[in-house]
């Protein structure tokens, strides 16, 4: 019995509608495991994708800059304390009043970075000495 299926399986010849469907089909799978689970993405969705990162990548280095700027400042210590003493939701308005993320020929502050260098400055060794924790 086992015979008769191998030698039926082996002189099976498809037609063409079966080639042209299974062709597409195979196709059509591809795609979707594709764009599901493989990682592809249209060029829209690239460019989004690289403009956030972008944006990302230029606040995380503003705020960089703005936390060398503060602690570098003279009252440094008196301003950290004060940081840590405003309301989590008003910290990113005291960097901005204080000009820390303001940069030449800019008018408006970097967006996000005021968020990202107030958590780099509460998180610094500097806001544990604040404290007196050191």
Known sequence: MSVDIMQNVSQYRPTKTVWFWSCAGVAALTMVVGFTAGGWVTSSTAAEQAETMKQNAVATLAANIC????????????QL??????????QDTFIEEGGWTSFASM???I????D??????LASDTAAAVDGNV
């Open 81 to 90: 304390a004060q940081l840590k003493e405003t309301d989590s939701w008003k």
């Open 107 to 109: 008018e408006q502050p």
């Open 116 to 121: 990202l260098c107030a958590d780099k400055l």
């Open 67 to 78: 936390a060398n700027r503060f602690l570098a400042a003279p009252n440094a210590q008196t």
């Open 111 to 114: 967006e996000g970075a005021a």
